[in-house]
């Protein structure tokens, strides 16, 4: 299966970008899905993720601002980002696992099998 991120870009604080990911090769519903980002000198974070099933989860950062969602017509997976604020600048990667359960999150980086390449965010202050 194969990631391309898109949507990144530059955007004042206060503002909002979406984000995709589009999946190629397998079919989304497949997969648990996950956003994460990357600052510099900075570990790799989760930021929201959603299982095969209908729930999400969300760092605490992202919480009442992202959303994340799925759109099986399109093989894809968004990430609506709203009242962005310049610690939210990073590198966003998207990230895929095949899962059998639909109500399984996967919270860390090394349980994602397929990565994306990354696309900048850059939030002006």
């Known amino acids: 299966v194969q990631l391309v991120e898109s949507g990144g870009g530059l955007v004042q604080a206060g503002g909002s970008l979406r984000l995709s990911c589009a999946v190629s090769?397998?079919?989304?519903?497949?997969?648990?899905m996950g956003w994460f980002r990357q600052a510099p000198g900075k570990e790799r974070e989760l930021v929201a993720a959603?299982?095969?099933?209908?729930?999400?989860d969300y760092a605490d950062s992202a919480k009442g601002r992202f959303t994340i969602s799925r759109d099986s017509a399109k093989n894809t997976v968004d990430l609506q980002m709203n009242s962005l604020k310049p610690e939210d600048t990073a590198v966003y990667y998207c990230?895929?696992?095949?899962?059998?359960?639909?109500?399984?999150?996967?919270?860390?980086?090394?349980?994602?099998?397929?990565w994306g390449q990354g696309t900048q965010v850059t939030v002006s202050s």
């Open positions: 990230a895929a696992r095949l899962s059998a359960y639909s109500s399984a999150i996967y919270y860390r980086k090394e349980q994602y099998d397929y």
């Open positions: 090769g397998r079919t989304v519903s497949w997969y648990a």
């Open positions: 959603i299982p095969t099933g209908n729930s999400t």
